[in-house]
């Protein structure tokens, strides 16, 4: 049963946008932390933002700045806004729910896991 979908990767050219979606099934865990991670072919999935219940959010420092955390929480929406997108963002996108924010911009003990959405900035 898919509880966290994504949407909304493509390809673009550096300094473009895109904006990623996640919408939750009314089954999927109910943990109020949710965020988005990346990874790349070979290397660890990384954090990239977190948002938590209160509306609080961090980044990890590489897109401070330019990427923007948001959620609707009637429509169990979660949105990620990338803005100056580099191409060292290319990866796939991860959506994700769990119990904590890191500092980074990751999520502790997740326990939900979208199936991902690949962007690709050419330079």
């Known amino acids: 049963q898919v509880q966290l979908v994504e949407s909304g990767g493509g390809s673009v050219q550096a300094g473009g946008s895109l904006r990623l979606s996640c919408t939750r099934s009314?089954?999927?865990?109910?943990?109020?932390?949710m965020g988005w991670f990346r990874q790349v072919p070979g290397k660890a999935r990384e954090g990239v933002a977190c948002?938590?219940?209160?509306?609080?959010?961090r980044y990890a420092d590489s897109v401070k700045g330019r990427f923007t955390i948001s959620k609707d929480n009637a429509k169990n929406i979660l949105n990620l806004q990338m803005n100056n997108l580099k191409p060292e963002d290319t990866a796939m996108y991860y959506c994700?729910?769990?119990?904590?924010?890191?500092?980074?911009?990751?999520?502790?003990?997740?326990?939900?896991w979208g199936q991902g959405t690949q962007v690709t900035v050419s330079s």
């Open positions: 009314a089954y999927a865990d109910s943990s109020n932390r």
């Open positions: 994700a729910a769990g119990s904590f924010c890191s500092s980074g911009g990751s999520i502790g003990n997740v326990r939900n």
């Open positions: 948002i938590d219940g209160a509306g609080s959010t």
